[in-house]
């Protein structure tokens, strides 16, 4: 029951995050939607700061989870572009809400915050497979090539992702394309 309420009530705070914002969902709002009292929320989260690290951790498990199902292409050059490409559409997707961690970054902008660390490890895990795809094709400047891949993937989702997605993210597709034949 335990392990229950407490995946009950990440996901209702999870909800409430991606909708609202990190810093605009106070654990009043967390606790009245989920129907609990506050001291069941702090029986399983000892503060709205490691409910929001729970949340990041959670969001890009099943992100890579995600991530793992993009089927293999014939070789690893055409692996990486089916990478950039599965992750750029993502973002045409209607309940996209934007990356956890790349939104947490923006509300907790200050460095030593273990909420904003926690939400670098996305942008370092993303940055690290992109680079380890590149080596895997034989591209030169693997580590550059992948910060620009990273770059253009995180700008993209947080740039206006609305009605108009389908030409941001075509023309982010086109740049990835131009970065990684450029870099063979």
């Known amino acids: 029951m335990s392990a229950r309420m407490r995946q009950y009530i990440l996901d209702v705070a999870s909800d409430l995050f991606s909708r609202q914002g990190i810093n605009s969902t106070s ?22 700061e490691l409910l929001i690290i729970e949340y ?7 992100l890579w989870k995600r991530i793992e199902e993009i089927p293999q292409q014939k070789n690893a050059l055409a692996d ?3 990478f950039v ?28 915050s273990i909420v904003h660390q926690t939400s670098k490890e996305f942008s370092r895990d993303l940055r690290a497979k992109l680079s380890d795809m590149a080596n895997k094709a034989g591209l030169k400047n693997s580590e550059a090539l992948a910060m620009q891949l990273q770059l253009i993937i995180e700008g993209t989702s947080i740039s206006d992702i609305s009605e108009g ?12 394309k131009i970065l ?5």
Request: no cysteine.
């Open 85 to 112: 490409n599965s992750m750029l559409e993502m973002m045409a997707e209607k309940d996209f809400r934007g990356f956890a961690s790349i939104n947490a970054s923006v509300e907790f902008p200050e460095i030593e």
């Open 27 to 48: 654990v009043d709002k967390i606790v009245a939607q989920a129907q609990i009292a506050k001291v069941t929320l702090y029986k399983y989260f000892t503060s709205k």
């Open 56 to 62: 990041l951790r959670d969001h890009n498990t099943k």
């Open 80 to 82: 990486l572009q089916s």
């Open 180 to 184: 990684i034949l450029s870099s063979s």
């Open 165 to 176: 997605s389908k030409g941001t993210i075509r023309q982010a597709k086109e740049m990835a």
